[in-house]
């Protein structure tokens, strides 16, 4: 892949967290971005707002390091989420999923969660994780609705990431399907918000009640 992006996947079997697991080798200087990590099975993984996301073997798992010089020029950080989430979301959709992404970073089917997204920034690095059920879903969540191989989908990912595609062409269309957002709810700072009545700002954040809100998480 091209210079200073995701060089190398790690592939491992069983790890308490993938996401865990990354920020402590890049901080021991162990591993160095561009970076990824993936396991067959997560037995710690970690959900929105450092909740437990229930990681059942044969789903998808996955995080990756990123220079903050690598990004696209005009991503908005606070947005990432969304970013990150879409161009997945993009590749699943090409290979025939109707998934869609609530805001700002939960893959949905209908009305049900299969997936999300956690982006932290690290001194100069962003950290995204990713979890996708693929085949097997805890209580009130659904799985993918198609079938498609991981090591495939995480190549055509990050084949994606590389091209550094601007984040006003990934949210012209996503803001074509925020509507969906609208009849849901979401968090922010362990604060529930409703998505009725927000509107979306070219940068990714919303304006709710007179209140712009961004979420970086």
């Known amino acids: 892949m091209g210079k200073g992006l995701v060089l190398q996947i790690i592939y491992l079997d069983t790890i308490d967290s993938t996401q865990k697991y990354l920020k402590e080798k890049i901080a021991e200087k162990k591993l160095t971005p561009p970076i990824a990590i993936t396991a067959d099975?997560?037995?710690?993984?970690i959900g929105s707002r450092e909740n437990l996301w229930e990681s059942k073997p044969g789903n998808l798992f996955f995080s990756f390091a990123i220079a903050i010089e690598n990004l696209p020029k005009d991503l908005k950080l606070e947005s990432a989420s969304i970013y990150f989430s879409y161009v997945l979301k993009e590749i699943l959709a090409e290979n025939g999923s109707k998934v869609w992404l609530k805001w700002p970073n939960d893959f949905y089917l209908n009305e049900k969660k299969i997936g999300g997204t956690i982006t932290h920034i690290v001194n100069s690095t962003i950290i995204c994780g990713i979890g996708l059920n693929l085949t097997i879903s805890p209580k009130n969540h659904s799985s993918l609705d198609i079938i498609i191989e991981k090591k495939k989908l995480l190549e055509?990912?990050?084949?994606?990431?590389?091209k550094k595609v601007l984040w006003k062409q990934v949210f012209s269309k996503y803001k074509?399907?925020?509507?969906?957002?609208?009849?849901?709810?979401?968090?922010i700072n362990n604060i529930k918000f409703s998505l009725s009545n927000a509107?979306?700002?070219?940068?990714?954040?919303?304006?709710?009640?007179?209140?712009?809100?961004?979420s970086l998480r």
């Open 176 to 187: 074509l399907e925020f509507y969906k957002s609208l009849d849901f709810f979401t968090h």
């Open 199 to 214: 509107i979306l700002n070219d940068d990714g954040s919303l304006e709710i009640n007179g209140e712009r809100i961004y």
């Open 156 to 162: 055509d990912y990050f084949l994606n990431i590389e």
């Open 41 to 45: 099975y997560q037995t710690n993984g």
